[in-house]
């Protein structure tokens, strides 16, 4: 048996990144939480070069820089359900645009938040990312959302993605008014009405 020891050289901007990272549960890990983590773990992992003709030193360090580096062998899955990643999503986009509606947010902000995917609005930056989200959230999609887009999902994934979440956020936004039996309602208001919901109440929202 070959005992070896790897050794990591981590710095304040990366520990800073670890420890926001480790405050939060696993369930809710971000492709973004995701992908700073391999990061931080490639930037570290340190090579000593006084070992390296140790063969089981060489080939296992190896092993691990193609882990935690390559990414074809690592893909960042984000680790919440679909329905909290459109929540996410729409909170963000109705802040940015809070100060023109005066902290109101109604029944139609779905609708809205869709019609600015894509243009004032990006969820992924690359097809690369919408490519991993689709991934990560392939079980939550709704079927019949996506029955226009046989065999062209991964040829226009960033597309595919802006639908998907659109119209998701105009069924939750729709359910959650109807459920409060409001049309309009302060943002602050239904930030805490969604703040309370778990996973499972936000799927029985749009099952």
């Not at 050794?7 to 990272?21: Q, T």
């Not at 243009?119 to 689709?134: E, T, V």
């Not at 105009?170 to 969604?194: C, G, N, S, T, W």
Request: hydrophobic fraction near 40%; aromatic fraction near 12%.
């Amino acid at each position: 048996m070959t005992k070896l020891t790897i050794s990591f050289e981590i710095s304040d901007k990366h520990l800073e990144a670890l420890s926001n990272i480790q405050s939060k549960d696993v369930q809710d890990f971000t492709q973004e939480d995701l992908l700073d983590l391999r990061t931080v773990l490639q930037k570290s992992l340190k090579w000593e070069s006084q070992k390296d003709e140790n063969k089981a030193y060489e080939e296992t360090f190896k092993a691990l820089a193609n882990m935690v580096g390559n990414e074809r062998l690592f893909r960042p899955m984000d680790q919440r359900s679909l329905p909290e990643f459109v929540l996410h999503h729409l909170l963000k986009w109705s802040d940015s645009i809070d100060a023109a509606d005066s902290h109101i947010i109604g029944c139609n902000a779905g609708r809205q938040f869709y019609k600015d995917l894509g243009d004032s609005y990006i969820i992924s930056l690359n097809d690369i990312q919408a490519q991993n989200y689709i991934r990560a959230f392939w079980d939550d999609f709704i079927e019949e959302y996506c029955e226009d887009w046989t065999g062209a999902i991964f040829k226009h994934p960033s597309a595919f993605l802006d639908q998907q979440v659109g119209l998701m956020a105009i069924d939750l936004v729709r359910a959650i008014f109807e459920k409060q039996q409001e049309h309009y309602m302060p943002l602050d208001e239904f930030k805490q009405i969604v703040s309370e919901m778990s996973a499972s109440d936000l799927w029985d929202l749009v099952d």
